[in-house]
């Protein structure tokens, strides 16, 4: 299996920007994909950005032009720049990967992988104050 550790969650101001780390490790290997999710209070976890092995990326419409996802050549980083959030943005931002099982939700990269994430950190707080 795989372990996921996300660092980098703050408190900011709307308009600035923050970048969002996730270490992976165990049998990094084995992971197809990997994502960062965010879940506010009240609200259902929803999809903020996803990379394939081969770099492709997708992203939420929310975050289409604010948001950057990257990642290292051997899936054991995954990074995610967020430019000028907005307080709409605050959420607990979890990192995931497509990782066996393979239960969970799932995401289709465009021009890419079909995605299921089933491997998850504990998450990083952003809270984003306007």
């Not at 923050?18 to 994502?35: F, P, Q």
């Not at 960062?36 to 999809?47: I, L, M, S």
């Not at 419409?61 to 980083?77: L, N, V």
Request: glycine share 10%; charged share 25%.
């Amino acid at each position: 299996h795989v372990q996921l550790v996300e660092s980098g969650g703050d408190s900011v101001e709307a308009g600035g920007s923050l970048r969002l780390s996730c270490a992976a490790s165990g049998y990094t290997e084995g992971i197809r994909c990997m994502a960062w999710y965010r879940q506010a209070p009240g609200k259902e976890r929803e999809g903020v950005a996803a990379i394939d092995s081969a770099g492709r990326a997708t992203y939420s419409d929310s975050m289409m032009g604010r948001a950057t996802i990257s990642q290292d050549k051997d899936r054991t980083s995954l990074s995610l720049q967020l430019d000028s959030p907005k307080s709409e943005d605050t959420a607990r931002y979890y990192c995931a990967a497509d990782f066996p099982p393979r239960t969970g939700p799932a995401w289709k990269i465009k021009d890419g992988d079909n995605c299921v994430f089933s491997s998850w950190g504990q998450g990083t707080q952003v809270t984003v104050s306007s």
